[in-house]
């Protein structure tokens, strides 16, 4: 069915660490959008060059097979210089703690955000776990060894 989004449903609970009113849970702000946004769950600041993890309020249940890929907001990253430092990071499946968002500033000026403001995005998406089996040899492409770069 062309045009039809199939669904995953995916558990989520609070995290009570008594930071004030609980946020909103998780949206996504467009009926296209690949991923929901995620919040700060406390006002932050961060230094040039610093990074830390910040709390979103939340924990959550993936199904077996999935992960959470957590991304930059590219307003953020523009306008601030302030980007997710592993990007993307993954939250597996068997994960329960609370989702956490490392952020760094790349930027030369203080970076101060208010408990709620949109911090980072997430996209739940399919991984496939794999057999890695030693051989003696790859098999040879044109590419070869060619590294970074190496196609122009």
Wanted: avoid cysteine; aromatic fraction near 6%.
């Amino acid at each position: 069915m062309i045009g039809q989004k199939q669904k995953l449903l995916v558990r989520l609970t609070r995290v009570d660490e008594m930071r004030g009113e609980p946020l909103p849970l998780p949206q996504y702000m467009t009926e296209e959008a690949a991923g929901f946004d995620l919040m700060a769950d406390r006002a932050f600041e961060l230094l040039p060059g610093a990074r830390a993890v910040i709390p979103t309020g939340f924990s959550m249940e993936l199904p077996k097979g999935y992960e959470g890929q957590v991304r930059p907001r590219s307003g953020l990253a523009a306008k601030h210089g302030v980007t997710v430092l592993n990007a993307p990071g993954t939250i597996d499946s068997d994960y329960r703690g609370e989702v956490g968002v490392i952020l760094v500033n790349l930027s030369d000026k203080l970076f101060s955000a208010k408990r709620g403001e949109r911090i980072a995005q997430l996209i739940i998406a399919p991984v496939m776990q794999v057999d890695l089996v030693e051989v003696a040899s790859l098999g040879a492409t044109t590419r070869g060894a060619g590294g970074f770069g190496s196609t122009g």
